[in-house]
């Protein structure tokens, strides 16, 4: 059972949040979508997380963001089951950035 939670955040939260020291920006999408637009942030692709976790380990929060929540709902969840990341605050984009292309 899963006691440690992510925290749904809006894109004006995101803003505000990325500033603070130690956090990181995630994005899960495919490196193909990340290079056509971004927000910033690192591109890991959800099924490279796992393998690429160690990237993340020097970050005290993590921002999950993807194209729509969804994809980024999965990785924020997936954190949350591995030991490395028990210690972390963790916030997922709800809604994707797809707000952000307008």
């Known amino acids: 059972m899963i006691s440690h939670t992510y925290t749904d955040i809006s894109l004006r939260e995101l803003e505000?949040?990325?500033?603070?020291?130690n956090t990181a920006v995630v994005d899960v999408r495919?490196?193909?979508?990340?290079?056509?637009?971004?927000?910033g942030g690192l591109n890991i692709p959800l099924p490279d997380i796992r393998t690429r976790k160690t990237?993340?380990?020097?970050?005290?929060?993590?921002i999950v963001i993807c194209t729509n929540?969804?994809?980024s709902r999965v990785a924020?969840?997936?954190f949350l089951r591995q030991p490395e990341f028990q210690s972390k605050t963790i916030y997922h984009l709800h809604g994707?950035?797809?707000?952000a292309e307008d």
């Open 16 to 21: 505000s949040l990325r500033q603070q020291p």
């Open 30 to 39: 495919d490196e193909w979508e990340f290079e056509e637009f971004n927000i």
């Open 55 to 62: 990237e993340l380990t020097p970050y005290t929060t993590l």
């Open 69 to 71: 929540g969804v994809r």
């Open 76 to 78: 924020a969840k997936d």
């Open 96 to 99: 994707g950035i797809i707000e």
